[in-house]
């Protein structure tokens, strides 16, 4: 069955107390509507071990914001997958855009993390998305198909682990949201090329995220498209009663 999911990034934003309070406020508010319904929170490297703590009683889930390609090593200030699940992290990000623009993050690599994820049972949330000169020239359907190609090199077991979030990048923390139906538009495309590289089921079954600007007010609109399968939010997870109003309109 097609997993329902909200997964916050919080990216680097809160300090140690304030990622605790945080948590706790999420904690003290949540209340799962449907075991299908997840909800993940990726927090900085820094807070894991002492959220896990506090998620121990409860439904919600940590993700890691990202991870290294290699196993272990001289990698100085880099985690690794290994680590990641060492403090029960069960999703992470990968391919998230401003990594791909500020880190210059290319295919390649995306796809030795993705491995490193698989390797160690994380299931990472595969970010896509095109630039809004693409969307301009009428590009955006090229894009994704691009971005997405390195999925198809995954076996078909690994490949339903992945959870795909698109995120255009000129939607990201600008307030300019997607409508829903250029969400639906490009999930639907999304879901089309999954059923094409690996199968009908396969791609039937598929979490397909949407994320850009997604808040409390438009979610429930967002969501009620039939390919839209929850949300990644960024700014919104920063503030409990946004980030659990976005989730309740799962
Ligand atoms: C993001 O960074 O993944 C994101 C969706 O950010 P925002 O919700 O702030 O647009």
Redesign the pocket.
Known sequence: MRKKIVAG?W?MNNNFQEGIDLTNELIENFKPTDLNKQLVVCPPFIHLNAMAELFTENEIRLGGQNCHTSEKGAYTGEVSAEMLKSVGVRYC?VG???RRAYFFEDDQELFQKIKQLLAKDIQPIF?CGEMLEDRKEGGHFDVIEDQLELLWKLSKTDFQKVII?Y?PVW?????Q?ATAEQAQEIHKFIRSRIAKKMDEAIADNASILY?????PTNAAELFSKPDVDG???????LEANDFLGIYNAL
């Open positions: 990034n990216k990000l998230h855009s401003e970010c979030a995120e939607a990201i923390g600008t307030g949201t994320g850009g600007s997604c808040k949300g990644l939010i960024g700014g919104a997870a």
